[in-house]
């Protein structure tokens, strides 16, 4: 993929990217006294909000649409915001671009559809506008790197990618996990794509949001878009989880920010020292693990000799006991020391397996 770094499309601050604004369009009322109170906050970069919502089921509030494009236009003209809205096909993104909308955005529903992201990316094709792809509904990091890769064929370089966490079935804390390990795994992939937070609709309820977007800052991602509403209580959609300005305002203000790298000599040097502990604890493990490799196969070879089975049901209740009792009794999570155990023991049982039928 060829990105354009996320401060070619829009003035990266000290501070991280703000995204703000209501999850719907609902009249110019609302979102001039939306934008009225953001403005003042002076730390949103790029005002939200959808003007088709594609809502799970029917009957519920599904967007103005056009007219809504006109009022946006005016909350460009009267504060002087860049706008976003979501596409979710061919004719919505004809429309965006007919209205001047700065940035376009693709929801986790359409970034599961291969066919409507193409036909977005097919409108697109020489046009020179910033998209921001969200992740796919589920937990399938190659539908989120696909979605993104159909829209920088189509020429697209101003790219970004949202979190916005993965539905699991059942009642769980989070409306949607965020399963930091994806955006993680993306950030590997592909370094020089910026990656948003979307700690609302990870969230679901406006008490999760501030833990969220602490934890995206603490992983480095580059901005955030949480939704803001003058009078959360009579939004027509997503009421439960959206913030007023001020309390938005509040929110950020408490961030911590952290830097990627530090310019602080005895900073640099202490974390180098750090490491190399490290480095010499990983070399002790690696150790120990070609000792237990060896023990193992000197297991299986016994076994072998005397036609004993490689599985022993107690042997195994008593290695996973008493692991998980010796890591709580020097305080490292049992839980953690468990998985650790079963990745042995499955490797324990490939190497005897290998023996006996060798
Ligand atoms: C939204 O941003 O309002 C939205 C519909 O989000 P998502 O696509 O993440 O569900
Ligand atoms: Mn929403």
Known sequence: MKIASLNTWLPLTAEPLLIAGPCGAESLEQLVATAKDLKELNKVSLFRAGVWKPRTRPNAFEGKGEEALKW?????????????????????????????IDVLWIGARTTVNPFSVQEIADVLKGVDIPVMVKNPIHADLQLWIGALERINNSGIKKL?????????????????????????????????????????????????????????????????????????????????QQLTPKNLGELISKLILRKPISIDDSVIDKLAELRNSIDEVDEELINVLKKRTHIIEEIGAYKKEHNITIFQLERWQEILRTRAQLAQKLGVSPNHVEKICQLLHEESIRIQNSLMNK
């Open 72 to 100: 946006l236009n005016e909350i460009k003209k009267e504060f002087g915001f860049k706008i976003t809205v979501e596409v979710a096909n061919a004719q919505h993104t004809e429309l965006a671009l007919k209205y001047g």
């Open 160 to 240: 970004a990618a949202i979190h916005r966490g993965f539905h699991v079935y059942g009642k769980t804390k989070y409306r949607n996990e965020p399963m930091w390990q994806i955006p993680i795994e993306l950030r590997t992939l592909f370094p020089g794509l910026p990656i948003i937070c979307d700690p609302s609709h990870i969230s679901g309820n406006k008490e999760l949001i501030s833990s969220v977007a602490q934890k995206a800052l603490d992983l480095g991602m580059n901005g955030l878009m949480i939704e803001s509403h003058h009078n959360p209580s009579i939004a027509l959609s997503d009421a439960e």
